[in-house]
């Protein structure tokens, strides 16, 4: 859930086949340039729902990596199965980030209401590329409130599909990270110190914090923090009226099996998965041992946990 300093870096995405369809470009009006992802469609594609698949947190790419060392490329995963249960995908760069870079010069000046102007620039553009009616939001991570936030205008989207999402203020989420790692003991106070005044809405002298605390509280990321934190996911989904789907994975080290409960909550209507031995980034973990927890992180070759495909291909394809 950590938002991390963007990548200068440029991903640049041409072609791509995938297991059951083809991959192509596609792109979308940015603030100030074009923001740019992967359609990937089926072998027979008309008609076939569209996902969206709304990138987490920092600058994660739109196969689902990071130059952080998560290379798991679950988005990627996601899309190759998806197609080949005959739904088609959008993955995407965030604006600012890879081969969406030209679309603002700084991508960390950003608030959660720039990334859902995005989205609603994604859905104009798949509808135009794809003629479907609507497109359903599959938000990841972080990302599963930007697609709350955009569905606040729930036009043209299809529904909602939260996967490892938090249901509290990320404030709360992210104090709960810190302290359940033990070896955080030593800048425990001091992270959960700036955590408060960001909430506060006060930005952190990041000159005073332990340097191991920088990436987190980085100066350029500050004001990101305090626009998120202000966000409520559990009170956004609450007064969202369509399909909703909450996939969560039991053994997440990021996002607990109560931050879909909350949810649930949230939203009588929705339906609610929980995914034994399925961790953060989709794969399987069959131990709480957190190395290995965390070494599929950098596994691509890993394949998704089971039942993540069956369980959003099912739902999109029963409405």
């Given at each position: 859930?950590?938002?991390?300093?963007?990548?200068?870096?440029?991903?640049?995405?041409?072609?791509?086949?995938?297991?059951?369809?083809?991959?192509?470009?596609?792109?979308?009006?940015?603030?100030?340039?074009?923001?740019?992802?992967?359609?990937?469609?089926?072998?027979?594609?008309?008609?076939?729902?569209?996902?969206?698949?709304?990138?987490?947190?920092?600058?994660?790419?739109?196969?689902?990596?990071?130059?952080?060392?998560?290379?798991?490329?679950?988005?990627?995963?996601?899309?190759?199965?998806?197609?080949?249960?005959?739904?088609?995908?959008?993955?995407?760069?965030?604006?600012?980030?890879?081969?969406?870079?030209?679309?603002?010069?700084?991508?960390?000046?950003?608030?959660?209401?720039?990334?859902?102007?995005?989205?609603?620039?994604?859905?104009?553009?798949?509808?135009?590329?794809?003629?479907?009616?609507?497109?359903?939001?599959?938000?990841?991570?972080?990302?599963?409130?930007?697609?709350?936030?955009?569905?606040?205008?729930?036009?043209n989207i299809c529904g909602l599909i939260l996967v490892a999402a938090p249901g509290r203020p990320l404030a709360d989420v992210m104090r709960e990270q810190l302290k359940?790692?033990?070896?955080?003991?030593?800048?425990?106070?001091?992270?959960?110190?700036?955590?408060?005044?960001?909430?506060?809405?006060?930005?952190?002298?990041?000159?005073?914090?332990?340097?191991?605390?920088?990436?987190?509280?980085?100066?350029?990321?500050?004001?990101?923090?305090?626009?998120?934190?202000?966000?409520?996911?559990?009170?956004?989904?609450?007064?969202?009226?369509?399909?909703?789907?909450?996939?969560?994975?039991?053994?997440?080290?990021?996002?607990?099996?109560?931050?879909?409960?909350?949810?649930?909550?949230?939203?009588?209507?929705?339906?609610?998965?929980?995914?034994?031995?399925?961790?953060?980034?989709?794969?399987?973990?069959?131990?709480?041992?957190?190395?290995?927890?965390?070494?599929?992180?950098?596994?691509?070759?890993?394949?998704?946990?089971p039942g993540v495909v069956d369980t959003i291909a099912n739902f999109v394809t029963a409405k």
């Open positions: 859930m950590m938002k991390m300093l963007a990548s200068a870096g440029l991903f640049v995405g041409v072609f791509s086949v995938a297991y059951a369809g083809i991959g192509t470009d596609i792109d979308a009006a940015g603030p100030q340039g074009r923001l740019l992802g992967t359609l990937v469609t089926p072998a027979n594609s008309e008609h076939s729902p569209v996902v969206l698949i709304i990138p987490g947190s920092g600058p994660t790419d739109r196969d689902g990596n990071n130059p952080f060392g998560v290379k798991a490329s679950s988005y990627r995963l996601l899309a190759e199965g998806l197609a080949e249960r005959g739904i088609s995908s959008v993955r995407i760069d965030k604006r600012g980030m890879f081969a969406s870079t030209p679309a603002v010069p700084d991508a960390n000046a950003v608030t959660i209401a720039d990334y859902a102007t995005d989205i609603r620039s994604w859905i104009a553009a798949i509808q135009q590329r794809t003629s479907t009616g609507c497109v359903w939001l599959l938000g990841h991570s972080e990302g599963a409130l930007v697609a709350l936030a955009t569905a606040q205008n729930p036009q359940s790692n033990p070896a955080n003991a030593p800048i425990l106070d001091q992270a959960l110190a700036a955590i408060d005044s960001l909430v506060a809405g006060k930005t952190v002298d990041a000159a005073r914090l332990n340097p191991v605390l920088l990436p987190l509280f980085n100066p350029a990321v500050q004001k990101f923090l305090i626009d998120m934190f202000s966000y409520d996911p559990a009170g956004l989904l609450a007064h969202y009226d369509g399909p909703v789907l909450i996939l969560q994975g039991k053994r997440d080290l990021q996002v607990a099996v109560h931050d879909a409960q909350l949810l649930k909550q949230a939203n009588s209507r929705a339906t609610l998965v929980l995914l034994s031995d399925t961790n953060h980034v989709l794969k399987s973990v069959t131990s709480d041992d957190r190395g290995a927890n965390f070494a599929t992180y950098a596994n691509p070759n890993l394949p998704l946990a």
